[in-house]
């Protein structure tokens, strides 16, 4: 199956600073990307859709000035959390969508704990 | 509204025996992808199985399979010669498919398998 990264896998920042994570496709070319926030013990809440090339569609309630998103390449979208609060503490992960033999899959990165002092 | 329903929050199997994981939709999409991801401890989701809705056949992997009930909207995972490393939160997703222009999943609430020693 496909392989998506994602980095860094933990981090730690204190109020009031940005944190960026980047999601990667090792070996295939993704046009869209999407980045999640999971609660524990819930399931995976979309934020927002990452299109390669132009701007990212933003699920509703998700605050596109606090989680800008960038996709720059075919193989990279990053995702900041700008001016971090203690609220935005929770586990974030990216997928990528592989078109295998006629079928839209999304390959999931291994996440990134944000915690927020 | 596209929906996806799990309702059984918790289950447990004996080890090497088998479990059926139950899920259900609604769309009005004619074509569309089914999914099933697995979400052990370590958080990584991975795809355990995929069915295109086109297709009437129940797909299969190794000790996965399914059991698709189109006309019914249901999408069964049986897990055979249940293993111990079979224990996570398993998520049944939905997308509409290509055709709709969007590529979102649509996610249910998890069911958190344990299979027991």
């Known amino acids: 199956g496909a392989v998506v990264s994602q980095h860094p896998s933990r981090v730690i920042c204190k109020s009031g600073t940005s944190v960026k994570i980047e999601c990667r496709s090792l070996d295939f070319q993704a046009t869209t990307m999407f980045w999640y926030r999971q609660f524990p013990k819930k399931s995976l809440m979309l934020m927002a859709t990452?299109?390669?090339?132009?701007?990212?569609?933003?699920e509703q309630g998700v605050e596109k000035d606090k989680f800008l998103i960038n996709h720059a390449s075919l193989t990279l979208s990053t995702l900041t959390v700008t001016s971090a609060h203690p609220e935005d503490s929770s586990f974030y992960i990216c997928?990528?969508?592989?078109?295998?033999?006629?079928?839209?899959?999304?390959?999931f990165g291994p996440g990134t704990r944000l915690t927020v002092l | 509204a596209q929906t996806v329903t799990q309702s059984q929050p918790e289950m447990s199997v004996q080890e090497a025996e088998t479990v059926t994981l139950s899920c259900t939709y609604d769309?009005?999409?004619?074509?569309?992808?089914l999914f099933w991801y697995k979400q052990p401890p370590s958080r990584q989701m991975i795809l355990v199985i995929r069915q295109e809705a086109y297709k009437q056949q129940n797909a299969t992997e190794n000790r996965f399979s399914v059991n698709f009930q189109k006309a019914a909207k249901s999408f069964s995972l049986k897990i055979s010669d249940s293993q111990l490393g079979d224990t996570a939160m398993y998520f049944c997703?939905?997308?509409?498919?290509?055709?709709?222009?969007?590529?979102?999943?649509?996610f249910g609430t998890g069911t958190r398998l344990k299979v027991l020693a």
């Open positions: 997703a939905f997308t509409p498919g290509t055709t709709s222009g969007t590529y979102k999943y649509i």
């Open positions: 997928s990528a969508r592989a078109r295998e033999g006629g079928t839209d899959t999304q390959y």
């Open positions: 990452s299109n390669e090339g132009s701007k990212a569609t933003y």
């Open positions: 769309t009005s999409e004619s074509n569309y992808y």
